[in-house]
């Protein structure tokens, strides 16, 4: 009987670990000294209302990375507020990439995420990353994932699933706010 019982506490206790090891990590501010330049997207099947995008070609603005997916719930959620802040911000110097990577097959049809854009009214840039070579390259493991960059193309924030929107729009306020980096021809670092 008692070794039932701590079999069960075992089982119980280890069902609790992968729990609390199956939930996204809550991400937030990166110190300036840990912060890293944000990486290129790379191999992009398809983008739909933008051309394609370069980091490196967005420096002095602020990006915010937005992985989803088409069937994602949480994905649908969070959108409102992405498009929300791709509206009110992009004249400030926001600009808004949505990377869809599929989960599965049938969200790697190109028709498929334009009829989803078209239907959800997103009118942000969307990179199609059917490889996941954006995906691994931000070292990405979740959906929704946000990632902001910095106006020097670094990372310096980040979100894991739905909530923390009014923290996210605050950073995004206060990046927007920050100067831009000086140009190379004006002698700055």
């Not at 330049?37 to 398809?46: R, S």
């Not at 969070?78 to 599965?104: A, R, S």
Request: charged share 20%; glycine share 6%; proline share 5%.
């Amino acid at each position: 009987m008692k070794s039932k019982v701590l079999v069960a506490i075992a089982a119980v206790a280890a069902s609790v670990g992968v729990l609390s090891f199956a939930a996204p990590p809550a991400g937030g501010d990166i110190a300036a000294s840990a912060a890293q330049k944000a990486p290129e997207f790379a191999n992009i099947d398809h983008w739909f209302n933008a051309q394609p995008l370069k980091l490196d070609e967005l420096r002095g603005k602020v990006v915010l990375v937005d992985f989803w997916t088409y069937t994602c719930i949480n994905c649908l959620n969070h959108l409102p507020y992405v498009k929300e802040w791709n509206e009110k911000y992009k004249d400030q110097g926001l600009v808004v990439v949505g990377v869809h990577t599929p989960e599965f097959a049938y969200e790697k049809s190109a028709k498929n995420v334009q009829d989803a854009i078209n239907r959800l009214q997103i009118r942000h840039a969307v990179a199609q990353d059917n490889q996941y070579a954006t995906w691994r390259s931000f070292n990405n493991q979740y959906w929704p994932a946000v990632y902001l960059i910095d106006k020097q193309g670094k990372i310096v924030y980040s979100h894991f699933g739905e909530g923390s929107y009014g923290t996210t729009e605050k950073k995004i306020q206060a990046l927007l706010a920050e100067p831009a980096p000086a140009s190379p021809s004006t002698g700055g670092s």
